[in-house]
């Protein structure tokens, strides 16, 4: 004689695996969004203390400001403008001219105050 079998969607299971398949989903169209609006991002394997930002560049100023000791540093402003809004970075020294305005700049760079060193700038 066949025993019924109860359904998978009225057992606790089906809805733990919703709520699992759900989470997935969401987690990947987060990362997919805030990654393709030029977020910055820590990575790297070998240097932990990488960042990267990327965005297309709005604007660049060369200024100065007090660092350590009261001694004056020059620093860099560039804003990029990303899909989100904008992001404002300071860079260490005179390197404006690494970033044309309006075109597409992805920069990577170890954090730091009163600012940040670039490692590297793609301009695309």
Known sequence: MWRHQPSMRKT??????RRFVACVVFS???STILSGC???HIQGALDTNVASVS???FGVQITTVSGANGTVVSITVVTLQQTMGFT???FCGNVGAQF????????SFN???PCSTITV????
């Open 55 to 57: 965005g297309f560049v």
């Open 121 to 124: 700038v793609v301009i695309s």
């Open 111 to 113: 954090p730091g105050q």
């Open 88 to 90: 404002t970075m300071n």
């Open 38 to 40: 030029g977020a910055i």
């Open 28 to 30: 990947g169209l987060l």
């Open 12 to 17: 606790g299971a089906y809805r733990g695996v």
């Open 100 to 107: 044309p305005m309006h075109s597409f700049a992805q920069v």
